[in-house]
């Protein structure tokens, strides 16, 4: 794909300084810039890499003025960094806005779908599934039965979607996310093993909800596991059956959540955390990486260790166990002069 400097300042709402004309097909930083690509400038220490950068095109904020000759073709725009980020969107929906059903996927005559539809190689839709419009199925995607799934929603390969999933507007999953998969419910049978419990809820993302890559989110023993508007899970974390997340959290990698706890709104949580089933997180919570969260947290606590406590309280005691070994040697040397 190909852009003029004329096209892309239209997209942008800015000022062409140079060649209109002048065509890229590709993206790369400042300093890698070459001929073909667009690049962007909004740190000023990079300033220096506008005179030498070999890319067509260069985005800057409007009150930038070359003190040297430029070779390269200006786009000005009141913020250079916010319209190069509306850039990438833009190009990243233009490579994923594929039309039409592939040959060998497997799908009903119950399947309800809205416009520009697009289903990769491969793929199984269930029974009873119902598609918005503009919903992107990527190759090796598995929809189960009854499944809902909102408009501009994108699946990329190999993700998976059990029975009775509802996937809301604007919704992102990525390659490998199992979404809706068994719960880990068992119960002790009184002779040594156990027995399965039926999980027989469903998985609700509701609007603007992105699933990282691997990640698993088990449908509800009864009722549904909920993701709240605006979450944003990193890859590999498991979340288990009947949790809640609250709108606009946001959880990095490796990180797991045990059943039915419950997570306010607009929390931050680090990668590797642990958090064990049935208790509830509040609002505004930050947990640094790899603590483990084995009570209660209220509103607006930053937490960290494990078992995890105050950020403040922790930093503190942190010092004091770096030292421990001198601290233990002074002791040692008090208690001989006794």
Excluded: W
């Excluded at 190909?2 to 209109?20: S, W």
């Excluded at 499944?147 to 999953?173: E, P």
């Excluded at 999980?199 to 890559?213: F, H, K």
Aim: glycine share 12%.
């Amino acid at each position: 794909m190909e852009f003029t400097a004329g096209q892309i300042a239209g997209i942008l709402e800015g000022e062409v300084d140079g060649n209109p004309e002048i065509a890229v097909h590709k993206l790369a930083k400042i300093e890698d810039g070459e001929i073909g690509s667009l690049t962007f400038l909004a740190n000023p220490k990079y300033t220096s890499f506008i005179y030498s950068t070999k890319a067509s095109i260069t985005l800057v904020n409007k009150d930038f003025v070359p003190e040297q000759e430029l070779t390269t073709t200006l786009i000005k725009v009141d913020d250079a960094y916010h319209s190069f980020s509306k850039l990438l969107q833009y190009y990243s929906e233009v490579k994923v806005s594929k039309v039409g059903i592939d040959t060998y996927v497997h799908k009903t005559e119950s399947l309800v779908h809205g416009k520009d539809l697009y289903i990769g190689a491969f793929s199984y839709i269930g029974e009873n599934v119902t598609l918005g419009d503009n919903v992107k199925i990527h190759p090796n995607v598995y929809i189960g039965d009854d499944v809902t799934i909102g408009n501009n929603v994108i699946v990329f390969a190999g993700g998976k979607i059990h029975q009775d999933s509802i996937i809301g507007n604007d919704c992102v999953i990525n390659s490998g996310a199992i979404i809706g998969a068994d719960g880990f419910g068992f119960a002790p049978d009184g002779k040594g093993g156990y027995t399965k419990i039926p999980q027989t809820g469903n998985v609700i993302l509701e609007d603007n909800v992105d699933i990282g890559a691997g990640t698993t989110i088990d449908r509800a023993t009864m009722g549904s596991t909920i993701l709240r508007k605006g979450v944003k899970l990193d890859n590999q974390i498991q979340i288990a059956h009947n949790v809640e997340i609250g709108e606009y959290t946001v959880i990095a990698a490796q990180t797991g959540i045990a059943g039915s706890t419950k997570i306010g709104k607009h929390c931050m949580i680090g990668g590797q955390v642990g958090i064990v089933g049935h208790i509830t997180i509040g609002d505004n919570v930050r947990i640094q990486a790899q603590a483990g969260i084995g009570r209660n947290v209220k509103d607006n606590e930053m937490i960290q260790g494990s078992p995890a406590f105050n950020y403040g309280e922790y930093s503190k005691s942190y010092v004091h166990f770096k030292n421990l070994p001198k601290i233990v040697k002074r002791i040692d040397k008090l208690e001989k002069k006794k």
